[in-house]
């Protein structure tokens, strides 16, 4: 595993997370980020290692390794910050408790198959992508 990229854990069945993960490469223009379902060998190996319980936390996980974990607005606001220029902007939102923003994040969350559905199993990434996907 590459020590200087950040890494991102997500439910590899959820349409909404897969899209996501989708949006998130497509403006990683540094190539700072890995991928990793939840579901994975890698991705339950680095849950279990930090002691997160992926039945309370289970669509998005940030992870800086040798720094901290991230999960839910904080992972996503950090992420889109990442991403430089105008995306800065979004610390904005770190203002706002992160209790209340992880109200919206929880309700979102725990609707997203009903509204974007789910697969059978984890996406598989295209040749030119699996370099960033880890096991």
Do not use: H
Not at 6 to 31: E, S, T
Not at 52 to 80: C, H, M, Q, W
Not at 97 to 124: E, H, L, Q
């Amino acid at each position: 595993m590459e020590k200087e990229k950040k890494i991102i854990l997500f439910d590899g069945v959820c349409n909404l997370c897969n899209g996501v993960i989708q949006f998130i490469i497509k403006r990683d223009k540094k190539d700072l980020f890995r991928y990793a379902a939840l579901q994975s060998e890698t991705g339950i190996r680095l849950t279990q290692e930090r002691g997160i319980d992926t039945s309370k936390i289970d669509s998005f996980i940030l992870i800086e390794p040798g720094v901290a974990y991230f999960t839910k607005s904080d992972a996503a606001l950090r992420i889109g910050q990442d991403f430089g220029g105008l995306w800065k902007v979004l610390a904005i939102f770190t203002w706002i408790p992160t209790s209340f923003r992880n109200v919206v994040y929880d309700f979102i969350a725990r609707n997203r198959y009903r509204w974007f559905g789910r697969k059978d199993a984890c996406m598989i990434p295209t040749p030119e992508l699996q370099a960033k996907f880890l096991g």
